[in-house]
């Protein structure tokens, strides 16, 4: 049975590698509303390994899917999409369920356009919430707590019944730039098992167990910090 779904995300290269997943394994996707202003850190967080990354992921996300979405797939891009507009516009797909990859914090108007509104979260969201939390856990000394949270959006962040959560497999060798390329494979599946579920009616949520520590933006020099040991622990890793 085909499900009304809608994406909410921003126009970035690991969400177009999320479409295009989605679309090659039979999932049908109504419309994709992209958010074009994203928070601004209030201090220095320059990039520190986004150049390897960008070259990595264009290699492997690239790799079996086209580098753009379908031209035939409804794309718009609203700069907020708690705008009274962008609300309105979602509302008239009458979405039976939704996906957030990558947004800002949705006002409840948005929230409220879903019977369910699905988010993934960088992060294990009972231990880790808000901003760059696949990099606060090694900050932390807890790589065994680097992971993904499919979870159910609410009025608070990150805070919703959860759907799916695992941990992001680490590997020998493995590199900082590395990481995000793993973690958005894993959430794609992870996602997709949802969808199948939801469209059996067989979707279960659970409660979270505890609320995570809230994380904002990670300064530049803890982002240099985490990559040196992230890239060290991996290369202490068994093979």
């Not at 990039?47 to 690239?62: G, N």
């Not at 990859?101 to 009972?126: D, M, Q, S, W, Y």
Request: with cysteine; proline share 6%.
């Amino acid at each position: 049975m085909r499900q009304r779904l809608v994406l909410l995300s921003t126009d970035a290269i690991h969400h177009v590698y999320f479409v295009n997943r989605l679309l090659a394994q039979g999932f049908e996707l109504d419309a994709v509303f992209y958010e074009t202003h994203a928070l601004e850190p209030p201090f220095p967080v320059e990039p520190v390994f986004d150049e390897a990354q960008r070259e990595f992921e264009e290699a492997e996300f690239r790799r079996d899917l086209p580098a753009t979405v379908p031209a035939d797939l409804p794309v718009f891009y609203y700069r907020s999409l708690n705008e009274p507009e962008a609300v309105a516009h979602i509302a008239r797909y009458e979405p039976e369920i939704g996906i957030v990859f990558g947004c800002g914090k949705l006002a409840p108007t948005v929230i409220r356009c879903f019977p369910i509104l699905l988010n993934i979260h960088k992060g294990l969201a009972e231990e880790y919430r808000g901003l760059d939390t696949d990099l606060w856990p090694i900050y932390h000394f807890e790589l065994d707590s680097i992971g993904v949270t499919v979870h159910q959006v609410d009025e608070e962040l990150d805070t919703g019944p959860v759907a799916k959560s695992a941990r992001v497999p680490l590997h020998r060798g493995m590199r900082i730039e590395q990481l995000r390329h793993a973690w958005v494979v894993l959430a794609t599946e992870m996602v997709m098992d949802c969808l199948r579920q939801h469209t059996r009616g067989k979707l279960a949520l659970r409660k979270q167990a505890r609320v995570g520590r809230y994380y904002s933006f990670m300064p530049t020099e803890l982002k240099r910090l985490v990559a040196r040991r992230f890239n060290a622990y991996c290369r202490s890793l068994q093979a």
